[in-house]
């Protein structure tokens, strides 16, 4: 990604306390950009096909279709979005599940802090990133 474009994020958390927190700590980035939220995974599937990000970020446990099944549809549907999983699960089954699902990144929401931007960077790079606390190796 050439460094005069910025990236362009779609947040999508059932959770809007926790996406006003993510876009208060993504905005300190000058080369951020957040497109969009989404509330669930039906409208993280519109609003990624509408939008067309760089970067979704997304929960698991989402109302309508899980973070799972939108994830799925939306590589079907906008295959240059790199999904990043933003979640508090960190069983090593499901990080493994979704990384082979075609998911580049994984942040455990304790760890967002800290991991958020690394994982960015990393999927734009085109390399997976996957949070510090999980158990996959």
Not at 38 to 47: L, P, R
Not at 70 to 88: C, D, E, H, N, W
Not at 97 to 105: D, E, I, K, P
Request: contains cysteine.
């Amino acid at each position: 990604m050439p460094s005069s474009s910025k990236c362009r994020i779609v947040l999508v958390d059932d959770f809007q306390p926790w996406r006003t927190w993510v876009c208060s700590i993504l905005q300190t980035q000058k080369a951020i950009q957040i497109v969009g939220q989404a509330a669930d995974g039906s409208e993280a599937v519109q609003k990624t096909e509408e939008l067309m990000p760089d970067v979704l970020l997304l929960d698991i446990g989402l109302p309508t279709l899980n973070g799972i099944d939108a994830a799925a549809r939306i590589k079907a549907s906008s295959p240059g979005t790199k999904i990043v999983f933003l979640t508090q699960d960190n069983d090593a089954d499901v990080v493994r599940a979704v990384l082979s699902n075609g998911a580049m990144g994984y942040v455990v929401k304790v760890d967002a802090g800290s991991e958020l931007f690394p994982a960015i960077e990393a999927v734009i790079a085109g390399k997976r990133f996957i949070s510090s606390s999980t158990a996959v190796i």
